[in-house]
């Protein structure tokens, strides 16, 4: 079946600008996550969804972080005002329910974002 | 701070040869930790998970292992194979929640031929 998705897979913009960074999940999945990659760094963690509970922000580097997810299932992480330091392939996952502890993420492929 | 340490120097080796790969951490008391492998351009991809109450789990040429007193995880792979060139990942489970996972910054692992 398919997997994760993300759109679009490299995304170049200025200083300043606004970006929205797209994930499908896989059908089914009740949890999704956004993860964030710098260049030498290990994924960060930005912010969980699960099912139709408020999302666990927590990881959101700065207010200019902000995801939502429509009808339990596509979700959008939008970055205002970006900054060159957002930088990053910013990758998405998915899993079929409950704590991530338990059970394995499936990710995209990535969406590589660069700040000029 | 919670800390995961991967070596961050690449691995080479002999295809044939057993590759092991350290994972330490930190003020973590995970009940669980994960392997992922990471190919350039691509999403990580799961490959095993382990309990605390596990001492090891293992799956076709891969094994890990989990000592929890000395906070650490092995990562094996026998008869490696070129194929098994790719970044790996170790992953735990945040004290603080039982979701986010949070993962080292992996070693590069090189079999040639």
């Known amino acids: 079946g398919a997997g994760v998705s993300q759109s679009p897979s490299n995304k170049v913009t200025e200083k300043g600008k606004d970006v929205e960074l797209r994930c499908d999940p896989i059908?089914?999945?009740?949890?999704l996550y956004w993860y964030r990659q710098s260049l030498g760094q290990g994924l960060e963690f930005l912010i969980y969804f699960q099912g139709n509970s408020a999302p666990d922000k927590s990881g959101l580097p700065s207010d200019r972080f902000s995801a939502e997810r429509t009808g339990g299932s596509v979700s959008t992480l939008t970055i205002q005002r970006t900054q060159q330091e957002d930088s990053a392939v910013y990758l998405c996952a998915s899993s079929p329910a409950g704590t991530s502890a338990y059970n394995e993420q499936f990710f995209g492929p990535g969406t590589r974002l660069t700040v000029l | 701070s919670q800390k995961i340490e991967q070596n961050s120097e690449a691995l080479n080796i002999q295809e044939g040869k057993t590759a092991t790969l350290t994972c330490n951490y930190t003020?973590?008391?995970?009940?669980?930790l994960q392997w992922y492998r990471q190919d350039p351009g691509r999403g990580p991809v799961f490959l095993l998970l382990i309990r605390e109450n596990e001492k090891e789990k293992r799956k076709e040429r891969l094994k890990v292992t989990f000592d929890t007193t000395l906070k650490q995880s092995l990562f094996h792979i026998t008869a490696s194979q070129p194929a098994d060139s790719a970044t790996y990942l170790c992953a735990l489970s945040s004290s603080n929640s039982g979701y986010a996972l949070n993962f080292g910054k992996g070693t590069s692992l090189l079999v040639t031929p």
């Open positions: 003020n973590y008391s995970p009940a669980y």
């Open positions: 059908s089914g999945h009740t949890a």
